[in-house]
Nanobody
Framework: QVQLVESGGGSVQAGGSLRLSCAASGRTLSSYFMGWFRQAPGKEREFVGAISRSGGSTYYADSVKGRFTISRDNAKNMVYLQMNMLKPEDTLVYYC???????????????????WGQGTQVTVSS
């Protein structure tokens, strides 16, 4: 089992950048396929990006492609989401998630993930 804790959220103006971090504990991060999702109150959790266990493959939602970059450092048990050119519509709670199944189910679906962090708020003002 792994525990996930996100950090790095906050408030920024449109066009700005934030870097979210996800710290894993309890089990080595390299055992997990990792993803980032985001969610508005009362709405379904939305896929943002995902990264394979080695970091060799990444996947992005069309809405963030070219602006967001996901990366991982397995030695530090950390996953990152670099968010550039932020827009007001990126204002949401962001969650990191870990998938244990090998091979992973569709990484763009939240049901593929077994463990979730508590979320971190990102607010982008116009």
């Amino acid at each position: 089992q792994v525990q996930l804790v996100e950090s790095g959220g906050g408030s920024v103006q449109a066009g700005g950048s934030l870097r979210l971090s996800c710290a894993a504990s309890g089990r080595t991060l390299s055992s997990y396929f990792m993803g980032w999702f985001r969610q508005a109150p009362g709405k379904e959790r939305e896929f943002v990006g995902a990264i394979s266990r080695s970091g060799g493959s990444t996947y992005y939602a069309d809405s963030v492609k070219g602006r967001f970059t996901i990366s991982r450092d397995n030695a530090k048990n950390m996953v990152y989401l670099q968010m550039n050119m932020l827009k007001p519509e990126d204002t949401l709670v962001y969650y990191c998630a870990a998938a244990a199944r090998i091979p992973v189910l569709d990484p763009k679906k939240f049901i593929a993930y077994d463990y979730w962090g508590q979320g971190t708020q990102v607010t982008v003002s116009s």
